[in-house]
């Protein structure tokens, strides 16, 4: 079955820098990448997702990269803000239910 | 429209008693699930309900059943409860079983003494 690796499991950022997350994956037969977002105590809500068919994807700060060829794909989040500490899970999908990352806890310091 | 709910929000149990955790969603959707999460583990799926009628087992199903009692509601049962089952409890629900964004309900804190 599918096997999600995701780094690093936690990332500190100083308030205006970027930050990257990156996330592999073993089926070859994925094409479905959500990335979800858990502030503390919340339930886990989707914030951006990318499909085999693009290689990037943007919203406002927020985008997604994927390498179909190598099986990774990033999330990348820049200018980042207080607001955007929070734990970031990664996922994949093809012809099964959602196989999420362990998780990235990212620290945005002011 | 309320989403996803969940109840209870928290529950404390002694090893050995049982319990049912309830799931509802308003969105129409065919597909539920219910994961676990535990710090540094993310979320295992423990089951899942592709449509209306089926359930099937996700990555960690022991110790628990699941019913889906109808398109609305699909709950989660642990008939004997143990410490290793002290968790956050999540349902999830999504128009297809898979490539879709699946919605999250609030969480179900559960502590098995």
């Known amino acids: 079955g599918e096997n999600v690796e995701q780094h690093p499991s936690t990332l500190s950022v100083q308030e205006g820098d970027s930050a990257v997350i990156k996330c592999t994956y073993s089926?070859?037969?994925?094409?479905?990448f959500p990335w979800y977002k858990q502030e503390l105590g919340k339930r886990p809500q989707l914030i951006i997702d990318?499909?085999?068919?693009?290689g990037e994807k943007k919203d406002q700060r927020i985008a997604v990269t994927l390498n179909k060829t190598a099986k990774h794909f990033s999330l990348h989040i820049t200018e980042t803000q207080p607001e955007d500490s929070a734990v970031y899970f990664c996922?994949?999908?093809?012809?099964?239910?959602?196989?999420f990352g362990k998780g990235t806890r990212l620290s945005v310091i002011a | 429209n309320a989403g996803v709910t969940q109840t209870p929000k928290f529950q404390v149990l002694k090893t050995g008693q049982s319990m049912t955790l309830q799931c509802a969603q308003d969105?129409?959707?065919?597909?539920m699930y219910w994961y676990r999460q535990d710090p540094g583990m993310g979320l295992r799926l423990i089951y899942y309900?592709?449509?209306?009628?089926?359930?099937d087992k996700g990555e960690v199903p022991n110790g628990y059943n699941v019913s889906r009692l109808n398109k609305r509601e699909f709950s989660l049962r642990l008939e004997s409860a143990a410490p290793s089952q002290t968790s956050v409890y999540f349902c999830?629900?999504?128009?297809?079983?898979?490539?879709?964004?699946?919605?999250f309900g609030p969480g179900t804190r559960l502590t098995v003494l």
């Open positions: 999830a629900s999504s128009e297809f079983a898979s490539k879709d964004e699946q919605f």
């Open positions: 089926d070859s037969a994925s094409n479905y």
């Open positions: 990318i499909r085999s068919n693009v």
């Open positions: 996922a994949a999908s093809g012809n099964t239910p959602l196989v």
């Open positions: 969105m129409n959707h065919n597909s």
């Open positions: 309900s592709a449509s209306e009628g089926t359930t």
